[in-house]
């Protein structure tokens, strides 16, 4: 009887950290999601100037200056409802991948003379410091879909 409520306890307690894990995770990508695409459509004249200077054609920098903030805000949509969030943190892991491929790109001098077209103050990191910020966030992105994944398969 004793080893059968360990072996329960033990898998709430795996079940409220992994909760706790992936809770963490979508939060903290939900935030800086939001602040990006807000700042991004609150400047959307200086997002827009930053887009066109892409080594991209016209046409496609202004798409792409409506398409990214609408994008993350989707995803902050998707990491919010629970039957939703494996589709959130998969698309949070497609953003990231490219944006830190991006990074990669700009700090390999293969860009040019480029500027980042993050929102507000994360336009301000330098390459290097955007790197780590992408990486970490990417961490955090994988981490939540892994465990959302594992949950899904028990």
């Known amino acids: 009887?004793?080893?059968?409520?360990?072996?329960?306890?033990?898998?709430?307690?795996?079940?409220?950290s992994?909760?706790?894990?992936?809770?963490?995770?979508y939060l903290l990508l939900s935030l800086v999601y939001t602040y990006s695409s807000l700042s991004k459509l609150q400047n959307f004249?200086?997002?827009?100037?930053?887009?066109?200077?892409?080594?991209?054609?016209?046409?496609l920098a202004i798409i792409l200056a409506w398409f990214i903030p609408a994008?993350?805000?989707?995803?902050?949509?998707?990491?919010f409802f629970?039957?939703?969030?494996?589709?959130g943190f998969k698309l949070s892991t497609g953003l990231l991948l490219a944006f830190t491929f991006y990074v990669v790109m700009a700090l390999l001098d293969l860009l040019g003379d480029t500027a980042c077209t993050c929102g507000g103050l994360i336009s301000y990191l330098s390459w290097?410091?955007?790197?780590?910020?992408?990486?970490?966030?990417?961490?955090?992105?994988?981490?939540?879909?892994?465990?959302?994944?594992?949950?899904?398969?028990q």
Not at 1 to 14: D, F, G, P, S, V
Not at 45 to 59: A, F, I, S
Not at 71 to 79: D, F, H, N, R, Y
């Open 71 to 79: 994008v993350e805000l989707l995803t902050v949509i998707l990491l």
């Open 1 to 16: 009887m004793e080893i059968e409520y360990k072996i329960l306890h033990k898998a709430r307690l795996n079940h409220i």
């Open 128 to 153: 290097d410091a955007h790197l780590l910020f992408n990486i970490t966030l990417l961490i955090l992105s994988i981490t939540g879909l892994l465990i959302k994944e594992r949950r899904t398969r």
């Open 18 to 25: 992994s909760e706790l894990v992936t809770t963490t995770c």
């Open 82 to 87: 629970p039957k939703t969030r494996t589709l």
């Open 45 to 59: 004249e200086e997002t827009k100037r930053q887009m066109l200077n892409q080594p991209v054609p016209d046409w």
